[in-house]
């Protein structure tokens, strides 16, 4: 344990509250790496603005708060689902006579609404965010090296992999750069359109998370409407994935037999386990099952003419895993350089952002009339007509349905056979 504590001792847990790239590598490094044997201090996420969701974790770290330690990661310091998730904790350490700003600590730009927020209420620290680091490359950052230093990864060997992968990766021969060679693979495989989507199978438990964090990586680097040149290209590459061999019994009778739309990428580790073997079968154990299922999927796949490319690690260790983010970090900006798009600006997440504010203002707006209105039942489009949002009535509909299903909000729904004739009422 660390030198620093908590109301009930030094810290044990460690709750880290952020969402996007501030959760999904944190998340995959934190699984790949962790063991309960060695770890140092048990992690827990709350990665998204699911009030129920934040109910599940803090059930999990139950009596323990006071010695849990609250990481908040946020480059802006303004995410909504992060500041959500840190007033939830902060609530739920009120609720335990606990003061969360003394369990708190904040990953954030200098300067920003957190940092404030944090100097103003003395946080134990607050590590900076560079400006430049976007959040689905900064695994590398402070935003991934403190949650797996407190977990107790070998943060010196998950840079030194990552090190070793950036050296050979700049060099300018495509046939001695991996990174090169699998943004070259990517645009033949789509024919430089992202015409088939890509499936990731690791054939190890602790790579599981690996096609997540995969996801944002590379769906929100390529997914773009508009070229460098302002042209409207809508590139993309769809990204999904499981486990092998989860895979046998989840969806490879489609990459077999169906629609021939994708490509595969094998992950293959060698190691089978740290601890001594179980030999299943006469001179076979279950790491050469798992071996046999990968080998086997990838010959049934070319079989059918479906496309694949392996990735061979040694083994998951700190070293490993760095270089593997690198290689795919090194890859997507490839990639992005052959298609002609910028990789590193989001401009459709910041839509969605904008349009959940927008949701919000409706939903105020809606909630004021039907408190002017009080025990005056009101049909949705009579509540559009008022507050002069006609556009918006299947909006207005969902958001009554929301605040009628919490009792706590007040809105009781008088149901009706055809949804939109449903009154509303606020008690």
Known sequence: HGVVHGAGGYFKHLLLIGIGGSALGPQFVSSALGHPRTDKMDVYFFDNTDPDGMDKVLAEVDSGLGETL????????GTKETRNGMFGAQAAYERACLNFHSHAVAVTGVGSELDRYAIKNAWLRRFPMWDWVGGRTSELSAVGLLPAALQGVEIDNLLAGARACDDITRQNNVKTNPSAQLAAMWYHAGNGKGMKDMVILPYKDRLGLFSKYLQQLIME?????????????????????????????????????????????FIEVLKDREDQLLFVEPNVTSGDY????????????????????????????????????????????????????????????EAGKKAASSI?????????????????????????????????????????????????????????ENPFCATYTKA
């Open 70 to 77: 609250c990481l908040v990661i946020s480059k802006s310091g």
């Open 290 to 349: 798992l071996n046999g299922f990968l080998l086997g999927t990838r010959q049934a796949l070319h079989e059918k003419d479906r496309e694949s490319m392996t990735i061979t690690i040694r083994d998951v260790s700190a070293f490993s895993i760095g270089v593997l983010i690198a290689l795919y970090e090194r890859a997507v900006g490839y990639y992005a350089s052959l298609i002609n798009i910028n990789a590193y600006h989001q401009p459709g997440v």
């Open 360 to 416: 919000i203002s409706l939903q105020l707006n809606v909630l004021k009339y039907l408190t002017n209105s009080r025990g005056q039942p009101k049909t949705v489009e009579q509540i559009a007509q008022y507050i002069d949002t006609e556009e918006d009535v299947e909006m207005i509909f969902k958001i009554c349905e929301h605040l009628a299903a919490n009792p706590d909000r007040l809105v009781v729904k008088a149901p009706h």
């Open 221 to 265: 680097s390529i997914g773009k409407e508009l070229d460098l040149n302002g042209n409207v290209v809508n590139q993309g590459l769809a990204v999904y994935g499981n486990k092998g061999s989860t895979d046998q019994h989840a969806y490879i009778q489609q990459l077999r037999d169906g629609l021939n739309n994708f490509f595969v990428t």
